[in-house]
């Protein structure tokens, strides 16, 4: 089974009542447009209201993980970091890559608020088109799940450690 079928397998995860912050990148826009509609269709059907979908678009994968912090510190409950980066012929790609990834990463650990991590890190457009809607399904739903899910399990962790203290 698939991870998007495991999740749409389990009805108990919902969206219903949460903030979602989703951070695009506009490079590479053909892909990360599908990733981003994903992530939306998948959010929407876990039961948010679309209202509470907060969408900001930026120019390439380093500027998201700013973006992304900016908007969990405005009162996102997670966030969904979307973003395509194709191997080329320089360093380059690593480079940011690594970069995207510390700094979602930091950010989650710094304010205790999940991310839903829809980069994709690829050796061509073919790979990133089989992700963004294609063989291996749309991974910008897969991390809305993810941040929906997480955001749901801090949520019962937290209750019970305040409830344990009383």
Same mark, same amino acid.
């Given at each position: ?7 749409? /397998?389990?009805?108990? !995860?919902? /969206? ?5 912050? !989703? ?31 907060? !969408? ?24 969904? /970091?979307?973003?395509? #980066? !194709? ?31 829809? #980069? ?27 941040? #929906? ?9 937290? /209750? ?7």
């Amino acid at each position: 089974m698939s991870q998007a079928a495991a999740y749409a /397998a389990n009805p108990g !995860i919902s /969206a219903k009542g949460l903030r979602i912050g !989703i951070v695009t990148a506009r490079w590479n826009g053909d892909v990360t447009a599908i990733l981003e509609k994903g992530a939306v269709g998948e959010l929407k059907r876990l039961g948010i209201d679309e209202r509470d979908i907060q !969408i900001a678009r930026v120019a390439g994968a380093f500027e998201v993980p700013l973006a992304v912090k900016a908007l969990l510190e405005a009162g996102c409950d997670g966030a969904v /970091a979307i973003a395509v #980066v !194709i191997r080329g012929e320089t360093t380059h790609y690593d480079h940011v890559c690594g970069a995207v990834e510390r700094g979602c990463t930091q950010t989650q650990l710094e304010l205790g608020k999940p991310i839903g991590f829809g #980069v994709l890190t690829t050796e061509s457009l073919e790979q990133a088109m089989d992700r963004a809607g294609g063989a291996h399904g749309n991974k910008g739903a897969e991390a809305a799940q993810v941040a #929906v899910e997480m955001v749901r399990l801090l949520e019962a962790v937290r /209750a019970k450690r305040e409830i344990k203290i009383t």
